[in-house]
């Protein structure tokens, strides 16, 4: 069993830079690929950014590719999503989840997620 608690969402202007936070609790978070979905209203979830068990491989979706960096921490429990030149296109609830599959790419993978952290993003 894995607990996840996001931080760090907020309201920021176009151009601002947010810094999303992760944290895990309980047992095997170094076992699970993480990634980082959002979801905005009226819109389907999506899978923003992913990164490996021991985060040597990442995958982004190309809308937040070059903007977007995902990190994780093992011994810390922890994984980041760090963005720059954020767009009004990027508010959306963003949501941490663990990862046990193969490919990790559709959220139906996903055996445990966050609470999500609201990010706004004004023009």
């Known amino acids: 069993q894995v607990q996840l608690v996001e931080s760090g969402g907020g309201l920021v202007q176009a151009g601002g830079s947010l810094k999303l936070s992760c944290t895990a609790s309980?047992?095997?978070?170094?076992?699970?690929?993480m990634a980082w979905f959002r979801q905005a209203p009226g819109k389907e979830r999506e899978l923003v950014g992913l990164?490996?068990?021991?985060?040597?491989?990442?995958y982004y979706a190309d809308s937040v590719k070059g903007r977007f960096t995902i990190s994780r921490d093992n011994a810390k429990n922890t994984v980041t999503l760090q963005m720059y030149s954020l767009k009004p296109d990027d508010t959306a609830g963003y949501y941490c989840?663990?990862?046990?599959?193969?490919?990790?790419?559709?959220?139906?993978?996903?055996?445990?997620w966050g609470q999500g952290t609201q990010v706004t993003v004004s023009s």
């Open positions: 990164i490996s068990v021991l985060g040597g491989a990442t």
């Open positions: 989840a663990a990862c046990n599959k193969l490919r990790c790419r559709d959220q139906i993978e996903y055996a445990y």
């Open positions: 309980g047992r095997g978070f170094s076992g699970y690929a």
